[in-house]
């Protein structure tokens, strides 16, 4: 069957990578792509959230499955789009109804969420403009460090952790009165701080059964040893040495099979992806936050270790018979690195050639921000390559990593260290 995958960055290049291994696409169209999934798929000039365009495109050219990887179009309704118009109906979606994407699109919708079908979460209080008196007296109440959310998306960065109490007070003026994140803050989730170490739960449900992908952890700061400022990730690591069985049992009790019984018994229509983000408080998993869509660069580590059929995956998903679906992992460590501008998350520049792609050996180049011009591949955005190795253990699947980083170069080019060292 003719696929189309929406997106553009390193996760997608690692679907896309993963989808044409399979035996039922015929053909992958990409919207919009970047310069390494025009290696394996045809790169579309169209954008994510595009529905007019993107519903022509697939008629046209007999699109069969739709597969969405950002959040912006679930949020904004893609899979409602093609759901309610008659020569669309037949195309299968994967990801949730926009009602179910609400459980990344907006904090407090999740945080009820969570209330209701009494899922570990840390205690919190949902603030405006008009009420930012009573939010100023919930943080007073509050223990440092103050935890502050913009409730709507804001492309990972709408999240603030303060130490001190008049910055927190600031922060929330900030965001609410002054419209830090645009319309992402107009209202503002105040949560406690919950201590522990992060890890990511990545579920895939048909909206009666689920299957748990690998577990992996991620790397949001910005400089080695967890330092500076948050990313939208620098490097990742699956499976993960500290999830023992005892505490995957309990993720799974606890939070996996609440959640999607919630889903069910509200009503909610999902045929995706549900990435948990969780935290372990001593031996105990708390959610601090859903996501609607894989994650990034997790999935560059998750996917390569999935060894059964992505596609029958899907096809499972989206007709509801996921639990007759077996899914085969690779038992293998996989450790992915990812090169940034230099100056990212703050200003960076574009468009630097990038050379030693074709010296990758035993590793994968996923492109993140990349395009083709003349043939030469350029830097476009701030994360831009992610290279995931795998190996038998984890020290080598990080030295294997790193010796391909070794052979990337652009002007300016920057990478974490770090990436899995913790975890030794």
């Keep these: 069957m003719n696929i189309l995958l929406l997106g553009s960055g390193g996760r997608e290049h690692a679907f896309a990578y993963k989808i044409t291994q399979s035996t039922h696409c015929s053909k992958l169209f990409v919207a919009p792509g970047n310069a390494g999934t025009a290696n394996c798929a045809e790169n579309v000039a169209i954008a994510p959230t595009d529905f007019p365009k993107i519903a022509s495109f697939c008629l046209e050219n007999d699109v069969k499955m739709l597969v969405v990887g950002p959040e912006d179009p679930l949020v904004k309704g893609v899979y409602d789009y093609f759901l309610e118009t008659d020569s669309l109906k037949h195309i299968a979606v994967i990801g949730p109804s926009q009602n179910g994407a609400q459980l990344e699109g907006s904090k407090e919708f999740a945080k009820k969420f969570l209330q209701k079908h009494q899922i570990p979460t840390a205690q919190y209080g949902s603030f405006t403009a008009e009420t930012i008196d009573n939010g100023l007296s919930f943080l007073e109440g509050m223990l440092p460090p103050y935890v502050l959310k913009a409730d709507g998306l804001a492309a990972g960065k709408g999240v603030v952790i303060l130490e001190n109490l008049n910055d927190a007070k600031a922060e929330l003026r900030s965001m609410l009165l002054d419209s830090k994140f645009g319309a992402a803050s107009a209202k503002v989730v105040i949560e406690e701080f919950l201590d522990g170490i992060e890890m990511s739960c990545f579920v895939v449900t048909d909206g009666k059964s689920f299957k748990i992908l690998p577990f992996a952890k991620d790397y949001k700061r910005i400089g080695v040893g967890d330092t500076g400022l948050n990313t939208g990730g620098m490097g990742a690591v699956s499976p993960v040495s500290f999830i023992d069985a005892e505490l995957e049992s309990r993720i799974v009790e606890r939070i996996v099979k609440p959640t999607v019984a919630g889903i069910s018994s509200d009503g909610i229509v999902y045929r995706g992806f549900i990435f948990i983000g969780l935290i372990n408080v001593g031996g105990n998993p708390f959610v601090i936050e859903y996501n609607v869509r894989m994650g990034d660069p997790e999935t560059e580590v998750v996917l ?111 990478y974490r260290t770090d990436i899995g060292k913790d975890l030794l």
Excluded: C, W
């Design 304 to 414: 390569p270790r999935i060894s059964s059929d992505l596609v029958e995956l899907f096809q499972a998903v989206s007709t509801q018979t996921l639990e007759n679906y077996e899914l085969q992992v690779d038992s293998r460590t996989a450790v992915t690195v990812m090169m940034v501008a230099g100056g990212y998350p703050e200003a960076y520049d574009k468009g630097f050639e990038i050379s030693g792609i074709d010296k990758i050996t035993e590793a994968l180049a996923f492109h993140a921000g990349t395009a083709l011009h003349d043939e030469k591949v350029l830097t476009n955005g701030g994360r831009v390559l992610a290279v995931t190795a795998l190996a038998d253990d984890l020290p080598e699947a990080i030295k294997k990593s790193y010796q391909n980083v070794e052979k990337l170069h652009f002007d300016k080019m920057y």
